[in-house]
């Protein structure tokens, strides 16, 4: 077994809160946004890189874009997961392109969240290489079935 292959699935079970409703009585955009984030960083520290190594090496993610796609609603107390996939990486690992899938307790597809990003050094204020443990973490995300390298560009 390969330790640091990519794993082949990767999903938190959450539910919805209070404080995730918008005035139509249904879960809100940015608790979506919200769940998609936690998920990241549960995956991080699930496989070793813990928000605590986040503050000691000064480094942070920056989403550059974020796009949502609706499906079906989450109400008060549904209880639904979020899966995690890596579509693409940059060959230094500074840019990333993550989806996240929402399924209902039946396994529906409820929506799905597609974020772009990058490393950020927050002590220079500008993008960086996340450290080799980061990295090795991050190769290790399940991939999906449209997985791209990401080619470089300038910062």
Same mark, same amino acid.
Not at 6 to 25: K, L, T
Not at 68 to 78: F, H, I, Q, V
Not at 79 to 84: A, H, I, K, S, Y
């Given at each position: 077994?390969?330790?640091?292959?990519?794993?082949?699935?990767?999903?938190?079970?959450?539910?919805?809160?209070?404080?995730?409703?918008?005035?139509?009585?249904?879960?809100?955009?940015?608790?979506?946004?919200?769940?998609?984030?936690?998920?990241?960083?549960?995956?991080?520290?699930?496989?070793?890189?813990? %928000?605590?190594?986040?503050?000691?090496?000064?480094?942070?993610?920056?989403?550059? +874009?974020?796009?949502? #796609?609706?499906?079906? $609603? /989450?109400?008060?107390?549904?209880?639904?997961?979020?899966?995690?996939?890596?579509?693409?990486?940059?060959?230094?690992?500074?840019?990333?392109?993550?989806?996240?899938?929402?399924?209902?307790?039946?396994?529906?597809?409820? %929506?799905?969240?597609?974020?772009?990003?990058?490393?950020?050094?927050?002590?220079? +204020?500008?993008?960086? #290489?996340?450290?080799? $443990? /980061?990295?090795?973490?991050?190769?290790?995300?399940?991939?999906?079935?449209?997985?791209?390298?990401?080619?470089?560009?300038?910062?």
């Amino acid at each position: 077994m390969d330790l640091n292959a990519p794993v082949d699935r990767f999903w938190q079970r959450f539910r919805v809160g209070w404080g995730d409703i918008d005035g139509n009585h249904h879960m809100a955009n940015r608790a979506f946004l919200d769940r998609a984030a936690d998920t990241r960083f549960l995956f991080f520290a699930k496989n070793g890189f813990p %928000a605590s190594r986040f503050a000691s090496e000064r480094i942070g993610p920056v989403i550059t +874009r974020d796009e949502l #796609a609706y499906r079906k $609603e /989450l109400r008060l107390l549904d209880e639904f997961t979020v899966d995690l996939e890596l579509f693409g990486l940059s060959l230094d690992g500074t840019r990333f392109d993550l989806g996240n899938t929402f399924r209902s307790e039946a396994g529906e597809v409820v %929506a799905v969240v597609r974020s772009q990003g990058l490393w950020f050094d927050l002590e220079h +204020r500008r993008p960086r #290489a996340p450290p080799p $443990e /980061l990295d090795a973490v991050q190769h290790k995300a399940p991939r999906a079935s449209e997985f791209k390298e990401i080619g470089s560009k300038s910062h």
